[in-house]
């Protein structure tokens, strides 16, 4: 698109060819209504690019690139695993002014029992189009109707840690807020994101990892993939390792359930912790010294337990799970 003789964007918008599956794996009926939108007036946008001095008009520049088109709406996929696709498409500079839609969860369905002979009902099998398996990604969304409507930018800087479900459904809350866009979410967590499920930990059934991938919290959100420290709550700042300091305004602890012994009530040490309402009263709390056994280990974590199931495959010795928990039956389980 130019303006006179100044190119003011570039975009690439070819038509949407699995438009039955978006419908029937993410919410789109919170935006649109199908029916008055024809089949050929769904997009699916490939690149675009905006000059920098238009880049306040990117939302006219969309809209344009909508009425020249001849279509009423379009759709842009983020992948998380980037060799699992074959669109020759980039990251676009408008994706911010892009709605994300939340997945949807979806049914297993016995097809093959189903497309049995009779009695089986055959004709209640979803379409090719909806059963058909596509690599998981993040959709986004925009048309007509928000083109025109204005999103509020949020530039607080809102730190969580801990990536228990949790910390996830707080952070799929604020990305998924269609008309407000927070521009400074940090996760601090030591494994990241969960993007994999090993056997001997137990399978979060809120956050799977198919799911993540199709939320992609990582391309709303900044992942510091450390240990936290400590909290200087005068500064306003959290201490990772390294030394590393993360400043928020607003601090959400989401750790989760974790590993812990019972603290004694000798050789303990005392941390003291400035309160931020009242600076003369003091809290006092007791930390653990003692040092874990050598060959002692809690699953606490994803890299953990992949490590202990790799180990156990050439350890001669016994193996001793302590336990009742869930996560000791995986663990029986894997071993």
């Known amino acids: 698109m130019e303006c006179g003789t100044q190119i003011i964007g570039v975009a690439v918008i070819r038509a949407e060819m699995d438009t039955e599956y978006l419908r029937s794996h993410y919410s789109l009926e919170d935006f649109i209504y199908f029916t008055q939108h024809a089949p050929r007036e769904h997009g699916h946008l490939y690149h675009c690019a905006v000059a920098a001095t238009f880049t306040n008009y990117t939302k006219f520049f969309l809209r344009e690139c909508l009425r020249l088109c001849e279509m009423s709406c379009l759709y842009y996929n983020v992948y998380t695993d980037k060799m699992h696709h074959d669109k020759p498409q980039s990251t676009v500079e408008a994706l911010h002014h892009l709605v994300q839609i939340r997945p949807r969860r979806q049914i297993t369905y016995p097809v093959e029992l189903m497309k049995g002979p009779p009695p089986a009902t055959y004709n209640n099998v979803p379409s090719e189009d909806v059963l058909k398996k596509l690599p ?6 925009i048309n007509r109707k928000l083109t025109l409507e204005p999103k509020m930018v949020i530039n607080s800087r809102i730190v969580v840690v801990g990536a228990s479900d949790v ?47 199709r939320v992609s919290l990582a391309t709303s959100c900044n992942i510091v993939q450390a240990k936290m420290r400590c909290i200087n709550r005068a500064e306003q700042y959290v201490e990772v390792e390294g030394r590393r300091k993360v400043q928020y305004d607003y601090l959400i602890l989401g750790t989760g359930s974790q590993f ?51 180990w156990v495959k050439s350890y001669p010795g016994t193996v001793v799970v302590y336990g009742t928990t869930l996560a000791a039956y995986t663990t029986i389980q894997t071993l």
């Open 260 to 310: 812990s012994l019972t603290t004694p009530p000798s050789h303990v040490k005392k941390l003291s912790v400035s309160s931020p309402v009242s600076r003369d009263v003091t809290a006092i709390a007791q930390v653990e010294t003692h040092e874990v056994p050598p060959q002692v280990t809690t699953l606490d974590s994803i890299s953990k337990a992949e490590n202990v199931a790799k």
């Open 136 to 141: 998981p990604s993040a959709l986004f969304h």
């Open 167 to 213: 910390s996830l459904g707080f952070l799929e809350t604020l990305i998924l807020c269609p008309h407000i866009h927070f521009n400074n979410l940090v996760v601090v967590s030591p494994e990241g994101l969960p993007l994999s499920d090993p056997s001997a930990t137990p399978s979060s059934l809120s956050y799977p990892p198919d799911y993540m991938r």
